[in-house]
């Protein structure tokens, strides 16, 4: 009798355990009093340094909005791009949100539904000879490091064909940032700028009638929050504000903003 007591009463205090785990699992965003979200401070128009100083851009945006509907504070911390997934994971970045492509990269974090469709483009000097990809045989392209575009070029899920354009470039160069890549486009050193479509489009509008964007895209892909794999809760709670968000107009408002990058016309969220 006294066994079934003890082993009765052992099993009660494992139930209420795994209870109060339940609870505390449910409940660990409810003590959360800022978000900390890494981002490439030249990477507009999701993320980058406006003229006073101060960074802004599309993502940050959201992220503003987010906060303020859960009373966090907006932490914005500029990263090295290459160096994100250090940053996630010693936990100095709650997430990388920043233009961050899921395609390819399904298993290393955890994500949030994707919100923006993406495409990789091609940008040459206006007078360029390249008016098509084949053109790029034989030409210097450079692209940023650890970036969406490299991937599509010569990353493991790189197509067949897309392996072969790289194939034929004369060098292909990586860069740390694009402001960097514009600068060597301009001065002559390379002949073309593989990026994503919303940086071009930025960049483009900004540097006057020096640059076009070829009309054939390197490839198509989607924006996503990416968490700390594992990190459920978070994500959960930023993902179901960001419904909110779309749901009542929010997220169009804060698109509209950037209206020159056409970026309404490439929101996933609430469509």
Same mark, same amino acid.
């Given at each position: 009798? *006294? *066994?079934?007591?003890? /082993?009765? $009463?052992? +099993? !009660?205090?494992?139930?209420? =355990?795994m209870a109060a785990?339940? /609870?505390?699992? =449910? #409940? +660990?965003? !409810? #003590?959360?009093?800022?978000?900390?979200?890494?981002?490439d401070a030249e990477f507009p128009p999701y993320g980058y340094m406006d003229e006073n100083g101060g960074y802004t851009g599309f993502d940050l945006d959201l992220a503003q909005e987010v906060c #303020?509907? @859960?009373?966090?504070e907006l932490v914005k911390k500029p990263i090295i791009w290459d160096s994100k997934d250090m940053e996630l994971n010693s936990g100095s970045i709650d997430c990388i949100w920043n233009g961050f492509t899921m395609n390819g990269r399904a298993d290393d974090y955890t994500w949030s539904d994707p919100y923006i469709e @993406? /495409?990789?483009?091609?940008?040459v000097p206006s007078d360029s000879e390249v008016k098509e990809l084949s053109d790029l045989a034989g030409k210097i392209v450079t692209v940023q490091a650890d970036s969406s575009g490299l991937a599509a070029l010569d990353g493991e899920d790189a197509t067949e064909e897309n392996k072969a354009l790289t194939e034929s470039f004369a060098e292909l160069q990586?860069?740390?940032d694009y402001n960097t890549a514009f600068m060597n486009l301009e001065a002559g050193a390379v002949d073309a700028v593989v990026l994503d479509i919303g940086v071009a489009l930025y960049q483009i509008a900004s540097r006057g009638d020096k640059f076009v964007m070829l009309d054939a895209q390197v490839s198509a892909e989607q924006y996503a929050i990416g968490f700390k794999s594992g990190n459920t809760s978070l994500r959960d709670k930023v993902q179901e504000t960001l419904d909110e968000m779309a749901e009542d107009? *929010?997220? *169009?408002?804060? !698109?509209e903003k950037y209206a020159d990058y056409y970026l309404s #016309? $490439?929101?996933?969220l609430g469509k």
């Open positions: 009798m *006294k *066994k079934r007591m003890i /082993s009765l $009463m052992l +099993a !009660a205090v494992m139930a209420l =355990s785990c339940g /609870s505390k699992g =449910s #409940d +660990a965003e !409810a #003590d959360r009093t800022q978000l900390i979200v890494g981002f #303020d509907r @859960n009373g966090w @993406n /495409s990789i483009v091609v940008v990586q860069v740390g107009g *929010k997220v *169009k408002e804060i !698109a #016309d $490439m929101l996933m």
